[in-house]
């Protein structure tokens, strides 16, 4: 396992009890993703030992990541939404509104997850966009 741990959100009311687990298997890390509800369970955060990490937010059917490995540069995963729409997620307990083209399915998330989590790397398969610059990876 590259992370070292893994950080999930707890919100009831305005109160968020942050929980750290250790990285210790995948299944355990897949089942707080699948755990985000928009609600209560608005952020997942994959993270190493030193600057890189990859944050998940939303739930239960559309959610954002980015992924950096030096806290200054950040990608973002793009969807398949063509539209210049922007969608309503709760992300980190507060709700905000985010370009429809980076809000992706679960099966998207749990693939560059398991990627990053296993590797520390960047799932080539998929587009990300880097501040604002469309990049193939």
Not at 107 to 132: C, N, P, R, S, Y
Request: hydrophobic share 40%; charged share 25%.
């Amino acid at each position: 396992m590259f992370i070292s741990k893994f950080s999930s959100e707890d919100w009831q009311n305005n109160q968020n009890t942050e929980v750290i687990h250790p990285a210790k298997n995948w299944q355990e890390i897949e089942k707080a993703i699948q755990e985000l509800d928009g609600k209560h369970r608005t952020l997942v955060t994959l993270e190493t030992d030193g600057e890189a990490h990859l944050a998940i937010g939303g739930g239960p059917d559309k959610f954002i990541v980015y992924l950096t490995f030096d806290n200054e540069v950040f990608y973002y995963l793009c969807g398949f939404a063509k539209s210049n729409l922007e969608e309503s997620l709760v992300v980190g307990g507060q709700e905000g509104l985010y370009p429809a083209k980076f809000c992706v399915e679960i099966d998207l998330i749990l693939q560059v997850a398991k990627t990053f989590a296993e590797f520390g790397t960047m799932d080539q398969t998929v587009v990300w966009e880097k501040e604002g610059v469309l990049e193939l990876v």
